[in-house]
């Protein structure tokens, strides 16, 4: 039926064939848009980068939220959000204020505070785990985006000042300009946005008035919070309990130290009344408070600055006040001081904070476990 | 009827044909693209070869939760381009085999940030059961297809040493499997105007980062139109399917759905045996997994097909 092939023919085809392959040609590999700075080409990095994975949005593809952007309401006028939700509050210079996961999840980063004392949140939501930094005013840029990669599941940022590549668990610069450096902490509570509200009152809460459009009645990650399953390989997978069992953990020591000594405390096993541990963590004395029903546990550094070591209990019903000491201090959430004799006292902070149990076992490898394990 | 007639009529099946078969099964950034998005379902006859080649532009730009397409506002630009060259042979009047070996590149510009990946893609080979055709003496035509897919390129593509997303990397890396089907019939005695439509499943395998992509089940329906003059002209609808992706049997979240398209081609015969063919791909319909995803904005193809040996 149909005609031999000719050279005629077989050259128009071929033709056509070099035209369509011209429009493809490309290069491999990454490459750097050649209308903007290059990024740095990063040569060390003090992590394996077998575990660091590209998200798939890309640099920026989560948009961080700024100050700019950002509206605040009193936590008593928000309806729009579950009081059983989890949100993180940030005490920083006396004004506390209030993030809903449900925002978190979806931005990952905010950068707010006033320009003279900025300040960064972060929070992973595959990790469940949320820092919150001090801005460096000496920056000209001190906002932080999200890089899109990931490290044991874990969200890395990098600063826009220099474009380093900044762990969020290790709270250090994991590659670029500014690697080994670590992060100044700023203490955040985490709990259900009910009990946030409840106890702070007067805070000011994020609204889903972010500028942007997104799903916030919605959760990204389907069924992720409570299946075992991960959506990227971890370092180390310890199996002791069920990844995603919620715990707050404290390790020692500063910087990218998988082996740190570490201890953890499942938030599910503190029970309906708040727990006091008077506990040691390798030299470190400190003290973990917790709740369950609140869905609250903060660790704080129990030896002073004049050498004195308090032992704490717990107190009910007077929260934010959560503990008081032998010698009749009360201690609130934030641990600061609010009456008896060392009233306007702040215990210091520790390296410790709210996670998924697979996260913090991935990161730091030596971790005891507090309470009794019951299992994955 | 005069030999003229055959030969004119001859054309205008070959035509027909070419033109009705144009998409398989599109998928949008993920496995097997762009192989079955560009595959043909011409069948050549016995000792007849047939070539094809298609260039196709795919902008996955639109940020899509659920069905409703929203603002992405991070000043993303997504793109795909492919070469596939496909080069089919007749093995009897019902039996052929086709192979299909790729090109691509994927692209991703953010916050001042390229990274892509570009090379040797995944090859397809199937083979192909045709019990009629539509011919002067038939209206119809049935073909059956079995194949796999094989990863020939590179599927670890890399940025300053941090292996790229899945979606980025030329190939899948994994082996896959392929079933297919397709019906054609003729609306009037020349063979010119047809409708036809085809479905086709396809199982994709593991790479060696335990990813799999989603499998998909593709349904198209369309028909098609070739003048008497070298022009011609296809319209159709594609739905496809795909189910989530998965890393170490877990389903990976806002990954997989279900999409509905419209497929407008236009095909020019340069001569009796050689066309080019341009096609658009609009999406009108969409309700994707989960909470968000990125996906086709629009898709543009142009092939050049070439049918060549055999006898009379």
């Known amino acids: 039926m149909f005609p031999l092939c000719n050279r005629n023919k077989l050259f128009i085809f071929l033709v056509v064939t070099a035209f369509t392959t011209a429009a493809c040609g490309n290069s491999g590999g990454g490459r750097n848009n050649p209308t903007t700075a290059p990024p740095p080409v990063v040569t060390e990095w003090l992590v394996n980068i077998d575990f660091i994975f590209d998200g798939g949005p890309g640099k920026d593809g989560i948009p961080a939220l700024v100050q700019s952007d950002l509206i605040f309401e009193s936590p008593q006028t928000i309806l729009t959000i579950n009081p059983n939700d989890l949100a993180v509050a940030v005490k920083h210079n006396g004004i506390i204020k209030i993030y809903p996961h449900d925002i978190l999840d979806w931005h990952e980063i905010v950068n707010d505070g006033p320009p003279d004392d900025p300040y960064t949140l972060s929070y992973c939501p595959l990790t469940g785990s949320a820092v919150a930094w001090p801005g460096e005013i000496t920056h000209a840029n001190s906002t932080y985006g999200v890089s899109g990669l990931l490290y044991n599941s874990n969200l890395l940022l990098y600063d826009r000042e220099t474009d380093s590549v900044w762990s969020q668990m290790y709270e250090t610069s994991i590659a670029g300009p500014r690697i080994r450096e670590v992060s100044e902490r700023i203490q955040v509570v985490e709990a259900k946005f009910g009990t946030l509200r409840d106890m702070f009152p007067d805070a000011m809460a994020l609204t889903r008035t972010t500028g942007y459009v997104r799903d916030y009645n919605g959760y990204p990650y389907g069924d992720y919070r409570e299946s075992t399953g991960l959506f990227y390989p971890v370092t180390n997978a310890d199996t002791r309990m069920h990844p995603k069992t919620r715990v707050i953990g404290i390790r020692q020591g500063t910087g990218v130290n998988e082996t740190a000594t570490s201890k953890v405390y499942q938030l599910a096993e503190f029970g309906a009344a708040t727990q006091a541990i008077n506990d040691q963590v390798g030299n470190q004395s400190i003290v973990v408070v917790g709740n369950t029903d609140l869905d609250i546990a903060v660790i704080y550094d129990r030896e002073l600055a004049d050498g004195t070591i308090l032992t704490f209990s717990p107190l009910e019903g007077d929260l934010p006040n959560i503990m008081t000491d032998t010698e009749g201090t009360v201690w609130d959430v934030f641990g600061t001081a609010v009456s008896g004799p060392r009233t306007g006292a702040q215990l210091a902070k520790t390296q410790s904070y709210t996670a998924y149990w697979f996260a913090w076992g991935a990161h730091f490898t030596e971790t005891e476990i507090h309470f009794n394990v019951t299992g994955p | ?312």
Not at chain 2, 247 to 266: A, H, K, L
């Open chain 2, 1 to 312: 009827m005069k030999s003229l007639t055959k030969l004119t009529a001859g054309i205008v099946l070959l035509a027909a044909h070419m033109l009705a078969a144009s998409a398989w099964a599109q998928t949008c950034s993920c496995a097997t693209v762009p192989l079955l998005g560009t595959m043909q379902s011409a069948s050549p006859d016995d000792s007849q070869w047939f070539l094809a080649t298609t260039y196709e532009f795919r902008d996955i730009s639109d940020l899509v939760a659920g069905s409703n397409t929203i603002p992405d506002q991070t000043g993303r630009d997504r793109t795909s381009q492919a070469m596939v060259v496909e080069l089919s042979r007749g093995l009897t009047d019902k039996w052929s085999i086709s192979g299909l070996v790729s090109l691509v590149d994927h692209e991703r510009k953010i916050s001042g940030m390229t990274d892509s990946a570009s090379g040797l893609g995944d090859g397809l080979f199937m083979v192909k059961y045709s019990p009629a055709t539509i011919s002067l003496y038939s209206k119809n035509t049935f073909s059956f297809g079995l194949g796999g897919q094989i990863p020939l390129g590179e599927d670890d593509a890399k940025n300053n040493g941090l292996t790229l997303a899945e979606d980025l990397q030329p190939s899948t890396g994994a082996y896959g499997g392929l079933i297919w089907a397709y019906y054609a019939r003729a609306l009037n005695d020349s063979g010119g105007a047809q409708v036809y439509g085809s479905t086709s499943y396809a199982y994709n395998g593991e790479n060696d980062r335990d990813y799999r992509f989603g499998n998909s089940l593709t349904v198209t329906l369309g028909t098609s139109y070739q003048t008497q003059t070298p022009w011609g002209f296809s319209l159709e609808l594609f739905y496809r399917d795909s189910d989530r992706d998965e890393r170490d049997s877990v389903e990976i979240p806002n990954t997989g759905g279900s999409w509905v398209d419209i497929v407008p081609t236009v095909q020019y015969h340069v001569t009796e045996a050689l066309a080019l063919k341009a096609s658009g791909k609009i999406p009108i319909s969409r309700d994707l997994n989960d909470a968000l995803q990125f996906s086709t904005k629009y898709a543009v193809s142009l092939s050049a097909l070439y049918l060549f040996g055999g006898g009379d």
